[in-house]
Structures are given as C-alpha cells and as structure tokens.
C-alpha cells in the first residue's frame, strides 16, 4: 500500500459531491482497513479504490483517523441493528441467542478487534475517536444485558449478575472466531460454533437446559 501524504481538504468535483459518494468511500475504506489493516491503508489507496480524487476523500473526512472511526461506528451500529432486531422477535431466549451468535461471527468473521485490526491506531486515533467506537460498542453491549435482565426476571434463565453474563457472552463471541496457525476455525461451520458458545453460556452459567 502507498504511504499516506496529508493534502489540505478541497471542494470536490460536481460529481462527486453527494451522500452517495461519502457512502462509497466509508463501504470502501471499510473494505481496504479489514483487508490490509489500519497502517497499510493511505487516503490515495482508498481515493483511487473509489475512482475519486483525493481531495474529494479529505472533503467528506478530515483524515485516514476520522475516516477508520466512523467506518468502525457505522461497521459496529450494523452488527447492533442486525442483533437487536434478532433479540426482539418472538421466540425462547436460546434460539434468540443461537441466531444473534450465528449473525456476530458471520458480521465479524475477518475482524479481530483486539490485535490485528486495530494495530497501529494506538498513537493515531485522539481520546475522542476512541471514545466515539467505545460508545457505539456500549450500546451493543446495554442491548444485550436488557435481553438478558429481561429473561432473568420471567425466569427463563437462572438469575447471574446481568452485566456479568453479557461480558461472558461477548468473550466467548470473540472466542468464536479464533483461527489456529493455518487459519482453520476450531468448527467446521458457523452454525457448529454458534451452538458450542450457546450451550456452554447457556449450561454453564445460566444453569438451566433449554428445555
């Protein structure tokens, strides 16, 4: 990848200029920052991916920081969306959860947030950038521990501390998509994975079958 050269921001051209065009370079930003990862990434890389001129890029996003952040939020805001309207359809819990688990490792599956996707935006993104993905994570997080304070109280599940059980559930999510050193899942399937972190939250900390 080319290394990025900050150019001061400029009107794009008259083609360029509409919401079209700022959705096209986060859905493509998105794409080049999951393949390559945050440091291999320049604004040129990411303009000539979008047939765009840079200054059209510098336009919409004051730089590659702002740019990996709102393509974070907007990424994370999906995954929540997709899990909030899985945990509000009518049915038991488990198989509510089974879906949610299934559609996470799907939404996520060349996504490590904790080492290589992130790598590299330590000393770049500001205390703000960070917080703003924090808190679009948090509300994924809320959705999740209601679900489950919710199913505490009808007494479908034994009751456990609620924002426990949540942390439990989004680590074994994580778990979920660990490769070994030939990037081989430790399930054949999304499906087999979905059920093995289902039944071992379900089981083990709920203490209660799905039955």
């Avoid at 924090?134 to 501390?161: H, L, P, W, Y």
Wanted: hydrophobic share 35%; with cysteine; aromatic share 8%.
């Amino acid at each position: 990848m080319n290394k990025q050269h900050r150019r001061p921001p400029g009107r794009p051209r008259a083609n360029e200029q509409s919401q079209s065009t700022r959705y096209l370079i986060l859905k493509t930003a998105a794409r080049l920052f999951l393949d390559h990862g945050y440091p291999m990434v320049s604004i040129d890389d990411i303009a000539n991916a979008c047939q765009v001129t840079k200054a059209t890029v510098y336009y919409y996003f004051s730089s590659k920081a702002e740019l990996f952040t709102e393509t974070m939020i907007q990424l994370m805001n999906r995954i929540n969306d997709r899990i909030q309207l899985i945990l509000s359809e009518d049915l038991p819990l488990y198989d509510r959860l089974i879906k949610v688990t299934e559609a996470h490792l799907k939404a996520t599956y060349h996504i490590d947030l904790d080492k290589s996707f992130m790598q590299g935006t330590k000393d770049t993104l500001s205390d703000e950038q960070i917080k703003k993905m924090q808190e679009a994570e948090e509300c994924m997080r809320k959705g999740i521990e209601k679900v489950f304070t919710d199913s505490m109280k009808q007494k479908e599940i034994a009751e456990v501390n609620p924002l426990f059980s949540t942390h439990v559930y989004l680590s074994l999510l994580q778990v979920g998509n660990v490769r070994d050193k030939n990037n081989t899942p430790i399930f054949p399937s999304v499906k087999e994975t979905a059920e093995h972190i289902v039944q071992l939250l379900w089981k083990g900390l709920f203490q209660i079958s799905k039955k």
